[in-house]
């Protein structure tokens, strides 16, 4: 495998710096100035130096470096694909379910994912930051629906945004009675580790208010030495962390990868949350897979590996009707058609086991 070595670079966001970084062909180039100036591109030297440029299938390249597919929409995609829009009553706020809100704080990440799902919405040609006036709208909020038991920090990466002010916006929201529960999404660990810094892991701990972490990566080689002491400083100054992954044609579509992946989480005292299926961003079908393998895999993820490394596999319902678990179901009715031959009357259900294998549940006495 022949990485480059961009320790002292800086982050990479033209596609002309990606061809001469040897991470996208000249010959892709003017497809690649069209992808970008609709979607933004960042590549930071810590996700440069994990791609393999000898690889045109390396998973972790797919992630970051555009694609002349992703200016093809297929019908059906949306630029807003979970409905964020129809559950914003003031701006910075999604308020999609009774006791949890999105709070929306930056428009900018250290990466950019070609898949993301608020691809229309980040980046530098966005609006970077909420402006006062609606941050204390988006707060006054808040204070006003004592229903709200957590807050989840997102956007955007929050963790763009300087200790000082992300200490600033903590005390603001634990100084709130009914906010329990602040979490925070982030890519940071991995694209940029080095921000984790003691003011940064300081600025999170808050008086009032429990704070979670979610990490999003999709790939095990996403989580370097570096990535592991960043994610370990925060859980050793007691942030519990959780993992966020998206299932990606390409990227993890294999149980194998998967399999490295959770067991990576697991090893780094991170708990598996969420696997989300792709969601109808444009210009993102060629990294979706289908519903029925992403069932597949979570049926051969079971058969490997303890429930410590099994991740809720979820849709975002389009038109922001909320999160759906679409994991393989392993109980059914007698009558269903899982299984062969009828079953006795007494015998309601059948129940698969991790191998495969049915079973009569309550068992035949
Ligand atoms: S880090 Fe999150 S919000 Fe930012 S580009 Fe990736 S998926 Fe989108």
């Known amino acids: 495998m022949s990485r480059i070595n961009l320790k002292s670079a800086a982050t990479l966001r033209e596609p002309t710096e990606l061809v001469a970084h040897g991470l996208a062909s000249a010959a892709d180039l003017p497809d690649l100035e069209k992808v970008a100036a609709r979607y933004a591109v960042a590549v930071t030297p810590d996700i440069a130096a994990l791609i393999d440029p000898g690889d045109p299938d390396d998973p972790i390249a797919r992630q970051f470096i555009p694609s002349a597919e992703e200016l093809v929409a297929q019908p059906g995609e949306n630029a807003d694909p979970i409905g964020d829009h129809a559950h914003s009553p003031v701006a910075g706020i999604v308020h999609r379910y009774p006791d949890r809100v999105l709070f929306k704080l930056v428009h900018v990440c250290a990466v950019y994912c070609r898949f993301c799902f608020r691809r229309e919405m980040v980046g530098p040609g966005k609006a970077t930051a909420l402006s006062s006036n609606a941050y204390n ?45 602040i979490r925070i999404h982030t890519r940071v660990p991995v694209a940029d580790p080095a921000r984790i810094s003691a003011e940064m892991v300081a600025a ?50 294999n149980v ?22 792709g969601d109808l961003a444009p210009g993102t079908a060629h990294l979706r897979t289908t519903l029925e393998h992403g069932q597949q895999l979570m049926r051969d993820l079971r058969g490997r590996v303890s429930g410590l490394c099994q991740p809720d596999y979820v849709l975002d319902i389009p038109g922001g009707y909320g999160k759906a678990p679409v994991g393989p179901s392993y109980l059914s009715q007698a009558n269903s058609p899982l299984g062969e031959g009828e079953l006795e009357p007494e015998t309601r259900y059948r129940v698969v086991d991790y191998c495969g294998d049915v079973h009569r549940y309550p068992p035949k006495p």
């Open 204 to 253: 999170l701990k808050v008086e009032g208010a429990a704070t979670w972490v979610a990490l999003h990566a999709n790939h095990a080689r996403e989580l370097t030495r570096k990535a592991r002491a960043a994610c370990a400083a925060m859980i050793d100054a007691g942030i519990p962390m959780v993992s966020q992954s998206v299932l990606l044609r390409g990227v993890n579509d």
């Open 137 to 181: 709208g988006a707060l006054d909020y808040i204070r006003a629906h004592s229903e709200i038991w957590e807050v989840i920090l997102t956007g955007g990466d929050p963790l763009m945004l300087s200790p000082r002010r992300l200490g600033e916006i903590m005390a603001d929201l634990a100084a709130i009675d009914h906010v329990k529960i």
């Open 256 to 277: 194998a990868a998967l399999e490295a992946l959770m067991r990576a989480f697991v090893e780094c005292r991170i708990k598996p949350y969420y696997l989300h299926h």
